[in-house]
């Protein structure tokens, strides 16, 4: 089946048209590459080429005027606006801007469709009026405000429209309602021009009344794409602009209508595949184009036709490596480019008027794709080592000096990144260009691995020059924030245009950049309800009853419009994959579109219909396991001869595979930022306040006015080990305040309970503190030495017994230390860890001498403080025992024993265990 290109252009070459006199009029650019390629399948003498352009390089041509960006428009429009409103009822560039671009979109459509500008403002105040109509003469400000801006919106077209032609520019509306203007003029320059104008659906106003012109007066020919079996069907959307063509025109009372086609019914493959989620649809697109290849299948022959423009980048990589030829007519948004969340990035650290940078903003923007290499000087990545600096130094905000000395490298830099974009907006434009400058830089010396993030940079590049141009011109934009506001409006509304070979291999593009182009394959992605068709959307200041009044198109309109599309590209398809989302989330509704469900119903082709459900893996629950081989056994035994330490051992016991990561691996936990002072930091600072209280202490009793002394010296020392382990964190408002008073809190209610235990008669004598012990364990089944070791907090003589006491941040009860059966010691870490820690403690000072048997052990839990000092205890049957002698230190030590054994073997692996949270 040929082209609706290649067919026009036969049936003129039948006519004997001189094809080098004619002006081909298409809906694309994209359209007009293919037109010259079929016409060089047709023609074999040469020849002058015909002109060849879209409508609207055609309405440009024909107005005189220039189309300009949408950014600059709203610079205008903004300017328009200013010279109309008084100066103390004007808001601001960034508050304007929101509605702003409502209002363009507004102007655009009533220049289009021709409408009186006058007229339909006026109606529009009119119905404002009547809408705030009240018998109280006395408005509020508020609604006079509002029926204020509803008066002036005539003025500011007036006034916006003639700013523009006086510099001979326009939006599209302004430039086709120029071009009817100037259309008799053009038609009596010209008359002896051809125009022929093909594949066009929707018109509006402005074009129709150009081509019904230009047929009146003989210098045009039009050649509709339409199916008869739409055009027989009274109700069938996709014909709905073509019906309404054939009746009106005048021009068809006389003349034939071309063409009416009938192709649609012809034998066709159509296939609609649900699956959930987009990343589904683009693997689905990928399995398709594998099993067309193994097919054979001429891929020149085949689009994907994206419904949702986000699908580009995932379907990309969802490309078979065999295809090495494609075209991508549609560009990418700039919003999607990687690019676009570090200038985001940025925006949100510089919009803030504080004069420091929270940390997460700043290691966010050093970890950032573009600007972390930036800082590498070919031995070592600086903003890895200030990252790491950050962490280690507890830094929660930082000054622009602070990061420049932590980084201390490539100085231009960091003063682009984080010096002050606040002193003017052109300064922070720079800012933004100088960034770039950078990352070419870089980027260059591996510029053939680096092709498309410099055409990123560079589209970036030209962004920020239009602003910077922009703003020269106008100097609305004043601030931070403001900037941020209008780069977001460009990133919404700007794309990175793509650039192929547009006649070779695979092609992917949007739905509107299809028309005129016919495929043999298609695969339309995201067929669903609000995508295809977009469904009801009214972002317009007219309402809905005035735009059928003037004829102005509603979402009705809009729906149709892409029916034509749908149906069209179906017309001379032999093989059609038709993908919607199932899934539903937030911004999409997982029900198919309309247009599938009306294929169904028409029964005009078979639809083979396909729900894709990923093959996921069933996960079954699989615990970490690591067998011993001879490297483990040495790394314990060099372990071993450094000696084990209770915590370890008892890491060991909670979970193996904890022990095996962090002794074995040495891989330790990631050193981050505390916000909040962590609990095991609250713990350390207690501790050592009072091994920096007790150790002056040794060997001596305690007394009352020893203590008294003591308390006066708790505040500075509880400040000055805040400052050693907190490094640079804020201790002075908020939690960190009531945990810093908590941590003085906690020592003087210790000190206080030494003061009342002194009090009622009792001697304690302070004997250690914080001595390190390491006892060699005589273990005959192991050809190794083992070594235990330990700190123990303190060690006392309360009333003439030995106590060994191990100081807890966290909350300990006496059930915690009370024990029953030794077997259970080594195996219930959540019971039995504390009375392990504080046996072993035991045990090394009995076997060092620095106790005498018998003698107490226990734990002193400072959120349990009135409990006081809790012991290790005994149960048997139901006798308990606080004491602990060499026979209690026997059995543990066997257990103890046991434990080492089990570490070193080799026929027990390390196994993960399962860890309760609560």
Known sequence: MKPFIFDVLYFLQQKNANFSEITFILPSKRAGTVLRSEL??????????????????????????????????????????????????????????????????????????????????????????????????????FINNYLLFWDKLPKYY????????????????????????????????????????????????????????????????????????????????????????????????????????????????????????????????????????????????????????????????SIPKEITALNITMGLPLRSIPLASLYNKLFTLHKKTNTSFYYKDVISILSDQFIKPLFYDGEKNHAVTAIENINKNNITHLEYEQIKALINYNENVIASVFGSWNKTTQNAINSCLSIIYSIKKYLDKDKSNNLLALEYAYRFYLLFKELLRLNSLHNYINNIATLFEIYKELLSSETLDFKGEPLKGLQIMGMLESRVLDFETIIISSVNEGILPSGKSNNSFIPFDIKLENKLPTYKEKDAVYTYHFYRLLQRAKTAYILYNTETDALNSGEKSRFITQLELEAVHKINHKIVIPKTPTITEMTNEVEKNEAIIDCLVTLSNKGFSPSSLTNYIRNPIDFYNEKILNINTLNEVEETIAFNTLGTIIHNTLEDLYRPLQSQYLTVTVLNEMKKKIAQKVTHFFKEEYKQGNVTTGKNLIIFEIAKRYVLNFVNKELQSIKAGNTIKILHIETAEKILINIPDLKYPVYLKGKVDRVDEFNGINRVIDYKSGMVKQEHLTIENWDDITKDYKKYSKSFQILCYALMLSKKAAVSLPIEAGVISFKNLKSGFLKFTKKDNKNKSSLINSEILDAFEKELKKLIIEIYDTNVPFVEKVIETN
């Open 158 to 317: 007036e006034e916006f429209s003639n700013k523009l032609l006086q510099k001979k520019v326009g939006y599209q509306g302004l430039i086709y309602r120029k071009a009817v203007e100037n259309l008799d003029s053009y038609i009596e320059k010209n008359k002896t021009l051809k125009h022929v104008f093909l594949g066009f659906n929707a018109l509006n106003s402005a074009e129709e009344t150009i081509i019904k012109e230009l047929l009146k007066n003989e210098m045009a020919e039009v050649y509709w794409d339409i199916d008869k079996h739409f055009m027989s069907n009274k109700l069938h959307d996709a014909a709905l602009f073509t019906k309404e063509h054939k009746k009106n025109w005048s021009y068809y009372k006389t003349k034939p209508f071309t063409w009416i086609t009938n192709n649609y019914c012809s034998k066709k493959n159509i296939t609609s595949i649900g699956i959930p989620k987009n990343i589904g649809q683009a693997k689905q697109v990928g399995i398709i184009l594998k099993e067309l290849i193994k097919n054979n299948k001429d891929l020149k022959s085949t689009a994907i036709i994206l419904g949702e423009e986000s699908l580009l980048i995932p379907i990309l990589n």
């Open 40 to 141: 060089s399948k047709i023609i074999h003498e040469t020849i002058f080429s015909p002109n060849i352009i879209s409508i609207e390089e055609f309405v440009e041509q024909l107005s005189n005027l220039k189309k300009i960006g949408n950014i600059e428009l709203l610079f205008e429009c903004y300017s328009a606006y200013c010279s109309i409103t008084a100066a103390k009822e004007q808001e601001p560039f960034n508050v304007f801007s929101k509605w702003g671009q409502i209002l363009l979109q507004d102007f655009n459509e009533i220049d289009r469709y021709l409408i009186s500008n006058s007229k339909i403002f006026n109606y529009l105040k009119a119905i404002q009026d009547l809408n705030h109509w009240s018998t109280d003469i006395n408005k509020t400000e």
